[in-house]
């Protein structure tokens, strides 16, 4: 019972972890690359649909993304879905792609990724230490239904504790990375 519990918050911090790394993936650094596109969506035959499924993307220059959609149709809900992105761009049209000029960051802007970065860093650490307490809640249940001793949930929740460090770690690590990649000129 303390295993599948412990299994289950690692599993989960594991998909925080994961959903962090996809948030700074979308924060932009010096160069330009497709997955700064994933949050974008676009409304295509009366639903909205990820950009992704959309179109393909080429990087043919360190500030420049090209945006093919398949169907060339959808064209214009795409560059109005780009440009009320919060990514800042200004797609020009030339009737096959979208191309996406990514101006040079500023110190100031640099900074501003960073103050993202670190908000969206613990974003990921809270909704850890919520599985943690939830776990946590779980542990103590079973304690109180007489299910497990003491000892058994004092053991688990250390190991919880550890479970948790190695998790809230690799988000730190994962900032520092982006600090590192945006303060990079």
């Known amino acids: 019972m303390i295993d599948s519990i412990l299994k289950e918050a690692d599993s989960k911090m594991d998909k925080?972890?994961?959903?962090?790394?996809?948030?700074?993936?979308?924060i932009r650094a010096g160069r330009a690359h497709p997955s700064?596109?994933?949050k974008i969506t676009v409304e295509y035959y009366g639903s909205m649909t990820p950009l992704q499924q959309l179109a393909s993307f080429t990087a043919p220059e360190p500030r420049i993304i090209l945006v093919q959609p398949f169907d060339q149709g959808s064209?214009?809900?795409?560059?109005?879905?780009i440009r009320d992105s919060d990514?800042?761009?200004?797609?020009?049209?030339d009737g096959r792609v979208l191309r996406c000029v990514f101006p040079e960051l500023t110190e100031e802007r640099r900074k501003e990724y960073i103050k993202v970065a670190r908000t969206k860093a613990e974003?990921?650490?809270?909704?850890?230490?919520n599985l943690r307490r939830t776990?946590?809640?779980?542990?103590?249940?079973?304690?109180?239904?007489?299910?497990?001793?003491?000892?058994?949930?004092?053991g688990a929740e250390k190991r919880l504790d550890g479970t948790t460090?190695?998790?809230?770690?690799?988000?730190?690590?994962?900032?520092k990375h982006k600090e590192a990649e945006l303060l990079e000129v």
Request: hydrophobic share 40%; charged share 35%.
């Open 75 to 81: 064209m214009g809900a795409v560059e109005r879905a």
């Open 165 to 175: 460090k190695k998790h809230t770690d690799a988000i730190d690590e994962m900032l």
């Open 123 to 129: 974003d990921g650490r809270i909704a850890i230490r």
């Open 135 to 154: 776990a946590k809640q779980n542990l103590e249940k079973l304690e109180k239904d007489g299910e497990v001793g003491k000892d058994d949930v004092t």
């Open 16 to 26: 925080s972890v994961e959903a962090t790394r996809e948030e700074f993936a979308a």
């Open 36 to 38: 700064m596109f994933n």
């Open 87 to 93: 990514l800042g761009v200004n797609p020009s049209n």
